[in-house]
Nanobody
Framework: QLQVVESGGGLVQPGGSLRLSCAAS????????VAWFRQAPGKEREAVSYSSPPDQYYAHSLRGRVTISRDNAGSTVYLEMSSLKYEDTAVYYCASRPRASRYIWWDQGSYRVWGQGTQVTVSS
């Protein structure tokens, strides 16, 4: 069974930082493109960032505050977030798709494997 699992969420104060991780089971993320999405309470899920080396993309609203990276093997994908704001509170999801996909990176329907999400809460 193909799965991805997110970790690293939690409670953080405004202005703080957090690093989320995404790992796969049953396959390796090194062969896939990986994206992070998030869904805030009462809002639609939105794209955050994308990695398919050497390409990296970021949502315009988050650029400069988030960094996507991979470990040396490419099998774990990280999302580092800084200068966190209240409005960053959301469930963050990791998703993967074949690198050959021609769909735009924020097209959620093009991703084949999704994680259960990890909660990030920004609060004082």
């Amino acid at each position: 069974q193909l799965q991805v699992v997110e970790s690293g969420g939690g409670l953080v104060q405004p202005g703080g930082s957090l690093r989320l991780s995404c790992a796969a089971s049953g396959f390796t993320l090194a062969d896939d493109a990986v994206a992070w999405f998030r869904q805030a309470p009462g809002k639609e899920r939105e794209a955050v960032s994308y990695s398919s080396p050497p390409d990296q993309y970021y949502a315009h609203s988050l650029r400069g505050r988030v960094t996507i990276s991979r470990d040396n093997a490419g099998s774990t994908v990280y999302l580092e977030m800084s200068s966190l704001k209240y409005e960053d509170t959301a469930v963050y999801y990791c998703a993967s798709r074949p690198r050959a996909s021609r769909y735009i990176w924020w097209d959620q329907g093009s991703y084949r494997v999704w994680g259960q999400g990890t909660q990030v809460t920004v609060s004082s």
